[in-house]
C-alpha cells in the first residue's frame, strides 16, 4: 500500500500490508543461512513535518510520520531493526523519496498529469485539466534511477544501515505540471479543485544522497526532462490504445 491519499481512506488495511505483511515476511526469514541480503524499502514521507534548516534530509534525521503510510513505514523500519538486532537478519532500511516515469499508477501526481494531458489532447473539448495542490516542492527522481539504487545496495550495502536514495533538488508540483505542459501542443488550462487537496500535506522534500554515493558509488543519472517525456509518452499511448 504505496499511496499516502488511500492510506487515509483505507488506513487498517494499509498496516494489514504494510506492518503485518513485513512482519510475515521477517518471520520467515530469520534464521535463513542463505539470505544474502533483504531491502526494505521505506520512505521519505516518515519524516513529516520539517524545518528548512534540516534540509537536505539526511538518514540521521528523526521521523515524525503525519499520515498512515507513513507511520506503516516507520513501523517497518522498527521491525527492519529487531529482526537485524536480534536475529541477524541482513536487512537494509532504503528511504525512497519520491520517483516516477513509465509504468506508474495515477494515484500519484506526474502519471495522474500525464493521463489528463493525453486525453485532453484527443479530446474535441478545451483542453482543462483539474489538479489539487501545486505549492508543494518534492525530492524527484527516475524510477528506473531508484530501483538500480536498490540493486546496487543490495550488493554492496552494509546490513542494519539506512540509506537514502533522491535527486537532491525539490521541484514544486506547479512546475513539474507546467513542464509536463509544454510538452504538449495542444493548449491546456489548469483548474484547481478543492476536494483534491489533502488536509495534511508536506510544504517541502529534499534529500541527500551523500552517503550512498560515498559507500555504495549510486548517484542519479536520468535527467527530469526524460521521466517527464517518457511518463507522458507511456500515457499517450494507453489512452490512444
Sequence with gaps: MASVG???????????VNVIGTTNIFEAIKNKSWLKRLIFISSSDVYGLVKPNDLPLKPT?????????AQSKVAGEYLS???FGQFGAPIIIVRAFNHTGPGQTPDFAIPAFSRKIAKAE?????????????????????VRDIVRGYRMIAEKGRS????????GRDYQIGVLLKKLIELSDKPIRIKKDKKLFRKIDLPVLRGSYHKVKKEIGWKPEIPLK????DTLEYWRERVNR
Design 6 to 16: 488511500k492510506s487515509f481512506i483505507e488506513a487498517e488495511k494499509t498496516f494489514k
Design 61 to 69: 534525521q528523526i521521523p515524525n510520520p503525519i499520515n498512515p503510510y
Design 81 to 83: 531493526t529487531i529482526y
Design 122 to 142: 484527443i479530446s474535441r473539448k478545451n483542453g482543462i485539466i483539474t489538479v489539487g495542490n501545486l505549492s508543494a516542492r518534492r525530492d524527484l527522481s527516475d
Design 160 to 167: 542494519g544501515e539506512i540509506y537514502q536514495l533522491c535527486s
Design 226 to 229: 526524460m521521466t517527464l517525456k
